[in-house]
């Protein structure tokens, strides 16, 4: 690796992503605008006393869910562009390494995610009063490694798509059946054992685990750590498989 | 002993897709100069940069770059290049495109603006490379070829769709390159380029018809217009 190419590689990237108006709202306002949707469906429910708001439940789930659905988008897209534009190939030409070029995406998109999930985290906190007990500050950091969860997993598929709309495709393979089986809908706990096996193999499910122990915590636990090594191990695992996929020869 | 020359294949084989597109071509390309890559499109001139490049696997034969086989690391810094349809990212600006390429070749942002220069889109370098024009977008990804000082730089078909001024501009700056020690290996399908160049590997159907100079090529294809000459050569290898 070489850090003037992975400097000028992020840089790169940002600035693609500066030139691009939708994608930046996307990333910072969607999420809130998204939120509060979810805060005045509820807005109207009657609770027991003692029960937390549902809001309470679900925010922190989406905080998880938003970063690692818009940043595996956003990254296989551009990454098939960069594959199908012929810039890829001449890249392979030039003395850039692919770690730079990969780590280059992953830096960008992830300064991307803090910003994004800062946004998010301080609407839900200030605006909607989400009962965050937990360190705002671990909130973001779960935030940026599902973010980069997102990213590696988003350059990954990149490499079994020909075109956009095939890219776009993996969607609902592979990002909805996380969002299905994270805890979102059904407490991971009420699941039958199939699903709660197919949870315990998919990464989202511990970006929301660690989410909710922070949330319900006022101190960061080791069971919040131990999800997050484990999205760390799990992303590391998807970028260095996405380097084999970066072929620089082709037959 | 005798230096290695820039480019030199042996038997060299390519196919795409189980299909053979390169047929045991062989020749050699000294270091200095201007080597035109002609054929008509679909002949592998392509293929056979890409070859130079290093990005396309070799089916067989050997193919080696300043006396390495294609493709080494060491020779990404020396070989600089221009692909056929222009490889730039057109949400950038000419300057930060070439400014992106210059920072993988360690270069300073004084070469970007050099090579914009040389290209001649000084004016245009804060304009977004999609907002120009056909053959402005190539000219920036010719700079960003152009902005590593490579030894041999290859050159995919880089004066297509240019106003003639500007295509006489360019084979004078490659001259110029050549003129300095570069090597460039320039494709075109206009046989009227030819007579510019020092060399010439005529290309057809991925066989490699000859390698000779544009005087040799009038004296064999019996006709002072080129594109009448390569046609004299064809019937010569394959009479009809």
Redesign the interface.
Known sequence: MNPRMLAATTARVLNQLRHDHRSIAMILVVPSVLLAVVYWLFENETLPPGIPRTFDRIGPIMLAIFPFVIMFLITSITMLRERTSGTLERLMTTPIHKADLLFGYGIAFAFMAALQSAIATGVAYWVFGLDIKGYGGLVVLVAVVNAVLGVSLGLFCSAFARTEFQAVQFMPIVVIPQILLCGLFVPRSQMNSVFQTLSDWMPLTYSVKALQEITANVDATSEMWRDLTIMAIVLLGLLALSSFTLRRKSS | MEQSPAIEAKGLTVRLRRTEVLHEISFRVPEGGVTGLLGPSGSGKSTLM?SV?????IASGTLHVLGRPA?T?AL??L?G?M?Q????????TVL?NV???A????KSRGDAREAIAAVGLTEFEKR?AVDLSGGQFSRVSLA?ALV?KPRVLVLDEPTVGLDPVLRVDLWERFRALADQGTTLLVSSHVMEEAGRCDSLLLLRDGRLLAQLTPDELRDRGKSQDLEQAFLGIIREVQPV
């Open positions: 890409r490049m290093g990005v396309q696997r493709g690391p990404r810094p070989v290049y692909t349809d222009a490889a730039v990212y057109g949400d950038l930060d400014r992106y390429f920072a993988l070749e360690r977004k960003c590593g």
